[in-house]
């Protein structure tokens, strides 16, 4: 009874994200470059497996449909962490110093 239960919660949250997505895209107020992403069919498997990890009990069909939009998306993640790889060093100096810093005070 509760897997039942769980099904129709995840797929109920899914039906309710992705309604609200389509309205909001109807209203224009979902960015053209964000949209292009969102309503692409390879992000769909994504987003329902989150859905599914937030809502279901069992766990392994959340993370089969994540991996498997991931997947999909392979080829974007690759392009989005090369540009990402250029602050990465920046960054880092930037979060060392602040611990540096703050972690003084906590010391005193």
């Given at each position: 009874m509760a897997a ?80 990402l790889s250029d ?22």
């Amino acid at each position: 009874m509760a897997a039942k239960k769980d099904n129709r919660l995840a797929w109920g949250v899914s039906l309710l994200v992705f309604g609200c997505l389509f309205l909001l895209r109807q209203f224009h107020l979902i960015p053209a470059d964000m949209a292009v992403y969102i309503f692409d069919v390879t992000s769909y498997l994504f987003i329902i497996g989150i859905i599914f990890l937030i809502c279901h009990s069992n766990k392994s069909i959340g993370w089969i449909l994540v991996v498997l939009g991931i997947l999909f998306r392979l080829s974007d993640i690759v392009r989005f962490t090369q540009n990402l790889s250029d602050y990465i060093w920046p960054v880092l100096l930037i979060v060392a110093g602040i611990v540096l810093v703050f972690g003084v005070k906590k010391g005193k």
